[in-house]
């Protein structure tokens, strides 16, 4: 039994369209693990079956072997974190330490057990100087990591990102993969984040899940979803630009190799044997 299993699980909203078909896929503790697809494909309709925002309407979804269900979702939603695409849909309070302190005023944490957790968090994400300032005013990579850290900050198990690198300049790209990778490695949180930018994952996912058109049509490690470009490509998706660069060179003789690199660090170590 995985931390997170789904089988067969299917969505229908209420006007008749089918967001989700037949989906299986199971995550276990401490991975990291990308749903790559093209926008409309239902990354999000997904996600939001993880902590009951929405109820699959067939199959099951189970969390540490709990059905996500009316009966558990008060310890369901204490394990799952949800970090929202657009940080301002998340973030409503006048400072960053209110925003912080939302959520576990809302379980009950008060005084010095609160001071220390608002702290903690803030230290996660390198954000201690500004605790007193409006999260309305920060920049976008700013705000994310507010939203992060007032999810951080309630202990979740498992933080689920959906498109966490939209709107962010490369630099702000780099360092919330540097976050949030030092997140799951120090903290032992599960990662799960959607995406349809495809140079990413190979930066921050250990496995794959390719959705389309609210079905499964590969899953697996990184390296191993990655090799399947006809798959990818069927899909509107692609290679990471490297791979596609090493993809060409070696297509016109110039490098020859048993798998494609997927990362500029890969790339490097291929060109340097050669």
Not at 19 to 44: D, F, M, Q, T, W
Not at 229 to 254: C, M, N, S, T
Request: charged share 20%; proline share 4%.
């Amino acid at each position: 039994m995985g931390l997170i299993d789904i089988s067969e699980a299917g969505y229908t909203y209420s006007d008749g369209c089918s967001a989700l078909k037949n989906i299986n896929l199971s995550i276990e503790k401490g991975e990291r693990v990308a749903i790559l697809g093209p926008n409309g494909a239902g990354k999000s309709t997904l996600f939001q079956l993880f902590n009951g925002l929405l109820q699959a309407t067939s199959g099951s979804v189970t969390v540490q072997g709990l059905s996500v269900c009316k009966e558990h979702l008060p310890e369901i939603r204490s394990k799952i974190g949800m970090v929202f695409q657009d940080p301002d849909d998340q973030l409503f309070n006048s400072t960053v330490r209110q925003e912080i302190a939302y959520g576990l005023m809302n379980m009950r944490i008060s005084g010095k057990a609160l001071d220390e957790a608002i702290a903690w968090a803030l230290r996660v994400v390198d954000m201690q100087e500004y605790s007193a300032k409006s999260p309305h005013n920060l920049s976008g990579g700013e705000k994310k990591r507010v939203a992060l850290a007032s999810v951080l900050a309630m202990r979740p198990e498992v933080l689920v990102l959906d498109e966490p690198t939209a709107a962010l300049d490369p630099r702000g790209v780099s360092n919330l993969i540097s976050l949030l990778n030092s997140i799951n490695r120090d903290q032992g949180i599960t990662l799960i984040f959607a995406t349809h930018d495809v140079d990413i994952v190979p930066l921050l996912a250990d496995k794959v899940y390719l959705l389309s058109k609210g079905e499964i049509v590969l899953g697996g490690s990184t390296a191993e979803v990655f090799k399947d470009k006809e798959v990818i490509r069927k899909i509107d998706l692609r290679l990471p630009r490297v791979a596609h660069l090493a993809e060409l060179l070696a297509r016109d003789g110039i490098l020859n190799m048993d798998a494609l690199p997927l990362t500029i660090g890969q790339a490097k170590n291929l060109f340097q044997t050669r």
